[in-house]
């Protein structure tokens, strides 16, 4: 359904983001890049594509939309769990 790889994908995000501008670019450019767009279901397949969105914005922030790009994330991931049981 591309839920465990996109969990997977924001898991790596969030591990690798950092604290300055340079690695949170560069986690979100790969967030965006490992994005899964694709599912069976048309509900996670948005939230997917919403998510593959909010990376590609945060790869492009400046510091003072980063946390709002944050917060859009997080609460696309909650609606992902919503439809995914999260991994193990």
Request: glycine fraction near 8%; include cysteine; proline fraction near 3%.
């Amino acid at each position: 359904m591309g839920c465990a790889k996109a969990q997977g994908v924001v898991q790596r995000f969030n591990r690798t983001a950092g604290s300055t501008m340079t690695s949170r670019r560069a986690a979100a450019a790969q967030a965006y890049q490992d994005m899964p767009v694709e599912s069976d279901n048309a509900s996670v397949r948005s939230v997917l594509t919403q998510l593959w969105g909010d990376f590609g914005t945060l790869q492009l922030s400046e510091m003072e939309n980063y946390d709002e790009g944050i917060t859009h994330v997080n609460e696309d991931v909650k609606t992902l769990n919503s439809f995914c049981v999260p991994p193990g």
